[in-house]
């Protein structure tokens, strides 16, 4: 057991050792020996391998080919290529602890070595609680209240939104409101004695219900924005945005016009650790100034292409390592933590830090870097690996808890993944 809290910890630990490499993923490729056996017969986890392999394998030939255009950092190449291949590893491990912790403790000890990794933004990060420390405790808090009376889990989640909501972070704000609205909803069916529906209509009613509430979620954290009840820079950018000619969403990331710009100019990508020349430079920026924003501000020079191609996107970062491999095993993860969330929605009692982190994990492949991914994907690939199919979902009461599986009645292949 300590073994496996150690791996779990260090898949969250993001710090960088020799040569680049981060410690989850030195620690991810070195234990596959050992994790490779709770996976091996994983249907879910074959494709995944299979495109984790396509891409990292992709992404260094066409690293090599690009030195006769290109100037290509080795050190960039070698961390993109083993990050890609450290994203089955990880899920390796996640899945090899679960099943000596259970997911819940599993996820628990991921978000404590997030945390751990975390704790350096209080001395270099005016906002630490935005940009690391929160969603470590976040997970942290929702896993050990996961398996508490629902009352316990609206408590946990109103009290990490009331933090967040003085820490200026709309996205992180707005995931807690979708989860505590879904919590709520449940809370209210049960006490209602809902009569609850096979699995499969029952996920269908509760996409509806979440799918409502996001929308009125997000809703309420842009007008809380707007008011100033964020603070006065969250205020600022919202105003800005929500005026501009091109969209809230678009304003807020100009990235993705960089990114639709260099893909309609070389829509093969680049290649693992390659430079922008000053032609990719030129299309990025046009192609940003296109949604109305001034690229001439210092930030695409120093940020998305001061060493290597950063697009602000999961699956763009990839696209332009790892050409379209890398943009298919991007949208896989994405489609694979979607269908996570609507698994767990096949039954009356949502996972809160399962939720949390695919959420995440969502936003980040489509309007977030590639190197906030690697500390969630194993949190969310590995749940989805361990749950029971969406035809042999669980149906908990208010008051029940997991690990009452299995006592006096037995459980349904695949349920696994509510141990404690």
Same mark, same amino acid.
């Given at each position: 057991m300590a073994i496996a809290i150690v791996l779990l910890a260090c898949m969250g630990v993001r710090r960088e050792l020799a040569a680049a490499l981060s410690v989850g993923d030195c620690v991810a490729l070195a234990s596959i020996p050992i994790t490779w056996t709770a996976v091996r017969h994983a249907r879910r986890f074959s494709l995944l391998l299979v495109l984790s392999i396509l891409a990292a394998g992709t992404a260094y030939i066409m690293s090599l080919l690009a030195e006769s255009s290109f100037v290509v950092e080795a050190w960039a190449r070698r961390v993109t290529t083993l990050s890609l291949l450290a994203v089955p590893c990880a899920v390796a491990v996640f899945v090899w602890g679960a099943r000596r912790l259970g997911t819940r403790r599993a996820a628990l000890a991921v978000g404590f070595g997030m945390f751990l990794d975390s704790l350096s933004l209080i001395q270099t990060s005016t906002n630490p609680w935005k940009f690391g420390i929160g969603a470590a405790v976040s997970i942290m808090i929702l896993s050990l209240v996961a398996n508490r009376r629902r009352l316990v889990q609206i408590i946990a989640l109103l009290g990490l939104s009331g933090i967040f909501l003085v820490s200026d972070s709309r996205s992180t704000l707005a995931f807690l409101a979708i989860i505590l609205g879904t919590v709520i909803w449940q809370a209210l069916a049960s006490w209602a004695r809902w009569h609850v529906p096979a699995p499969r209509r029952l996920a269908v009613s509760q996409i509806i219900v979440l799918a409502v509430v996001g929308v009125t979620a997000m809703a309420g954290v842009v007008a809380a924005?707007?008011?100033?009840? +964020?603070?006065?820079?969250?205020? =600022?950018?919202?105003?800005?945005?929500?005026?501009?000619?091109?969209? $809230? +969403? +678009?304003? !807020?990331?100009?990235? +993705?016009? !960089?990114?639709? !710009?260099?893909?309609? =100019?070389?829509?093969?990508?680049?290649?693992?650790?390659?430079?922008?020349?000053?032609?990719? $430079?030129?299309? !990025?920026?046009?192609?940003?100034?296109?949604?109305?924003?001034?690229?001439? =501000?210092?930030y695409v020079e120093n940020f998305m292409f001061g060493g290597r191609i950063e697009l602000h996107s999961g699956v763009m970062d990839m696209w332009a390592a790892a050409s379209i491999p890398g943009a298919l095993l991007l949208l896989l993860i994405a489609g694979m933590a979607l269908a996570a969330m609507m698994r767990d929605l096949g039954r009356l009692k949502a996972t809160p830090w399962l939720f949390f982190a695919a959420l995440t994990v969502v936003q980040n492949v489509f309007v977030g870097p590639w190197t906030v991914l690697p500390a969630y994907l194993p949190i969310v690939l590995g749940a989805a690996v361990l749950q029971p199919a969406l035809r042999d979902a669980v149906q908990l009461g208010v008051d029940d808890d997991p690990s009452e599986l299995g006592r006096g009645h037995p459980a349904p292949a695949g349920t696994e993944f509510l141990s404690p």
């Open positions: 924005s707007e008011s100033g009840t +964020l603070g006065e820079d969250a205020q =600022n950018r919202t105003i800005a945005q929500s005026s501009s000619s091109s969209g $809230l +969403l +678009l304003s !807020a990331r100009p990235e +993705l016009g !960089a990114s639709w !710009a260099l893909f309609r =100019n070389r829509p093969w990508g680049y290649g693992a650790g390659v430079k922008p020349r000053f032609e990719d $430079l030129w299309v !990025a920026k046009r192609g940003m100034a296109a949604l109305g924003y001034d690229p001439e =501000n210092g």
